[in-house]
């Protein structure tokens, strides 16, 4: 069965036109990436939002999550912008009931995948490999790490994910 990876937007998909930071979400890159890394596991890509995570609403979260239980994938790779990254997280985690044997990571990156210095390949890459070995459950791979929802906050800082428990720089 293929791997499904739904797109949201964040700065993943980012197009910036100016210094000023002025933005829009861009057309996804996830299939781009795939391409040139020669990927050959199944997947099928499905662009669901193209939003920044700071606009993302409830109802955004209820739609990815209503388009998590209606998708006959087992694994499912999301990328997701990472301001609000934890947070879809842990919604998906209280509506876990609807898909208790699925397992979904979310990924995403600090840097436009269209820029030369990105982390958006090695994320969406990482999160493609952990979805196949992860058990059933609500994970986010960023910063070559795997923290289950709930456990995890970004340090805009250090520009990385890290432990809620014992965080450290990253």
């Known amino acids: 069965m293929a791997i499904q990876i739904i797109t949201t937007g964040g700065t993943f998909d980012k197009v910036y036109f100016d210094a000023l930071s002025e933005f829009s979400i861009g057309e996804p890159q996830a299939a781009n990436i795939l391409q040139q890394a020669k990927v050959n596991c199944r997947y099928q890509l499905t662009s669901l939002l193209k939003k920044d995570s700071l606009e993302l609403t409830e109802a955004d979260r209820a739609l990815l999550s ?96 890290e432990a809620l428990e014992h965080p450290t720089p990253c």
């Open 66 to 161: 209503q388009t998590i239980e209606q998708s006959n994938a087992q694994q499912i790779v999301i990328i997701h912008g990472t301001d609000t990254m934890a947070l879809s997280a842990d919604y998906l985690n209280q509506a876990r009931t609807a898909y208790p044997d699925k397992t979904i990571v979310l990924t995403g990156a600090m840097q436009p995948a269209l820029m030369q210095h990105s982390d958006a390949p090695f994320n969406l890459g990482f999160a493609l490999g952990a979805a196949q070995c992860l058990a059933a459950g609500i994970y986010i791979a960023m910063n070559g790490q795997i923290f289950a929802a709930g456990a995890v906050q970004k340090n805009r800082a250090a520009q990385c994910f």
